[in-house]
């Protein structure tokens, strides 16, 4: 059994431009299954963190191994439908925002 390795990641850290991770989704995993109450729940536990000024909030676990050990490339094992969620989520507001002066950094937070 290989060794396991638990690390906080922030939502910028999984989608940030300078990285060039991959991540897939196993053919064994569901299809995407979340209604809409789940994703405006996300969306809400989201708004609620940035209007109340936490500093961030807990969106839940994301588990994947590592296919290769020369770039990052990903199999997710669970945690599919937040990142299915939170990646067009992220887009959107990247490109309603990219003409703001916010700098890359602060959209991506």
Same mark, same amino acid.
């Given at each position: 059994?290989?060794?396991? #390795? %638990?690390?906080?990641?922030?939502? +910028? =850290?999984? $989608?940030?431009? /300078? ?28 708004? #609620? %963190?940035?209007?109340?000024?936490? +500093? =961030?909030? $807990?969106?839940? /676990? ?48």
């Amino acid at each position: 059994m290989s060794d396991l #390795d %638990a690390e906080l990641v922030t939502v +910028g =850290g999984l $989608f940030d431009d /300078s990285s060039v991770a991959i991540y897939t989704v196993p053919v064994c995993l569901r299809n995407f299954a979340w209604r809409a109450e789940q994703i405006e729940q996300l969306i809400s536990d989201i708004r #609620d %963190a940035i209007t109340d000024n936490l +500093g =961030g909030c $807990f969106l839940g /676990s994301l588990i994947v191994t590592r296919r290769t050990s020369t770039r990052p490339d990903y199999e997710i094992v669970d945690g599919q439908q937040r990142l299915t969620t939170l990646y067009p989520l992220l887009r959107f507001l990247a490109q309603t925002s990219a003409s703001s002066d916010e700098s890359h950094e602060d959209r991506v937070r």
